[in-house]
């Protein structure tokens, strides 16, 4: 878990490089990073403090790439980068265990979708997604353009990024076996569906309702792409239904994202198909991410009740092919 005590420290050392260095701040999240926000009024912005051993400054220099890419392209409204004095988009912070590194962004006003979720609109959400899915498939990348992928390994292998799922808090022993037997299919039916162009490429890989602003007009604007890398595009869609896989109103959350995304970019029976796959999977990554983020808010409101509803949730994957097969409307780009 991050210190915020170090993070004030090196956002401190960072600030000066963006002639904020008196600037009045205040910590806004701490989860897999430190967010703060900078400034006050017109001024404002938003300062992203790196944990250490997770991104290097090329790896965070390809995020904001990207972003700029998908901002210039106009297929999402997104957070801008905002550039230290000197040019630099990235902040290196020397400390005792290696240098840490800070991000600022600009200021976007609205609400989250966590704190604003009657006003989300999913179905833009999906048609959002799918622009910026059919934008990375056009794109060439630049030389030097390095990001992790999230494929089965790094998500479910020996060395998962996220950790261990049978080490989540609340997972049961006695669904140890079908756990196993969930992630085993869920591995074969990845390796079955491959990584061709037309369905494996950069995603946003973390659309949850805390990483979506709603505006006080309905407009959507994403942010936070630390964890963008190069995965599935429907593990996109999977990230939407984050923490509530197990919820009655996750499956229509699910079809309207689905309602909106074929509205831009076609996707095959054998896509559609695997859609409880990727909810599936990443049940299985966010429940070792619970046991490897202890003191994490989601870790803390969760306790033992997330892992334990895997269990469940495993039984449905193998044994219930209504679940999470959404309804296809009528209308729409899909290629059969």
């Known amino acids: 878990m991050l210190s915020v005590e170090d993070c004030d420290e090196i956002l401190a050392a960072a600030l000066p490089a963006y002639g904020a260095g008196d600037a009045p701040r205040r910590l806004l999240s701490l989860s897999e990073n430190a967010t703060y926000l900078v400034g006050t009024g017109a001024d404002r912005v938003v300062a992203r403090v790196h944990r250490p051993g997770y991104q290097t400054p090329a790896s965070i220099d390809a995020e904001l790439t990207w972003l700029d890419r998908l901002r210039a392209s106009g297929a999402v409204t997104a957070h801008a980068v905002v550039p230290a004095l000197d040019g630099r988009r990235v902040v290196s912070v020397p400390r005792p265990d290696g240098d840490r590194h800070v991000v600022v962004f600009t200021f976007v006003v609205g609400g989250t979708g966590e704190e604003r979720p009657d006003a989300l609109p999913t179905e833009e959400l999906g048609r959002v997604t799918a622009r910026m899915h059919c934008d990375v498939t056009a794109w060439e990348l630049p030389p030097g353009f390095t990001r992790f992928h999230w494929d089965a390994a790094a998500c479910l292998g020996p060395g998962?990024?996220?950790?261990?799922?049978?080490?989540?808090?609340?997972?049961?022993?006695?669904?140890?076996?079908?756990?196993?037997?969930?992630?085993?299919?869920?591995?074969?039916?990845?390796?079955?569906?491959?990584?061709?162009?037309?369905?494996?490429?950069?995603?946003?890989?973390?659309?949850?309702?805390?990483?979506?602003?709603?505006?006080?007009?309905g407009s959507l604007t994403v942010i936070d792409f630390d964890d963008c890398g190069f995965g599935w595009f429907l593990y996109d869609l999977a990230t939407v239904t984050s923490w509530i896989e197990h919820e009655p109103e996750a499956q229509a959350t699910a079809a309207a994202w689905l309602a909106g995304y074929l509205t831009e970019r076609p996707l095959t029976a054998e896509d559609l198909a695997m859609v409880p796959t990727f909810v599936m999977l990443r049940r299985l990554m966010l429940t070792a991410w619970l046991g490897t983020h202890p003191g994490s808010p989601p870790a803390l409101a969760l306790g033992t009740t997330y892992g334990a509803g895997t269990g469940d949730l495993a039984r449905r994957y193998l044994h219930d092919p209504a679940w999470f097969r959404l309804p296809v409307p009528a209308t729409t780009h899909r290629k059969d």
Do not use: F
């Not at 992630?183 to 309702?209: I, P, S």
């Open 160 to 217: 998962a990024r996220w950790g261990d799922w049978a080490a989540g808090p609340g997972v049961r022993a006695a669904d140890l076996p079908v756990l196993d037997a969930a992630a085993r299919t869920v591995r074969a039916r990845l390796a079955a569906y491959g990584q061709g162009r037309d369905r494996y490429g950069l995603v946003h890989a973390d659309l949850r309702h805390a990483n979506l602003m709603v505006g006080d007009d």
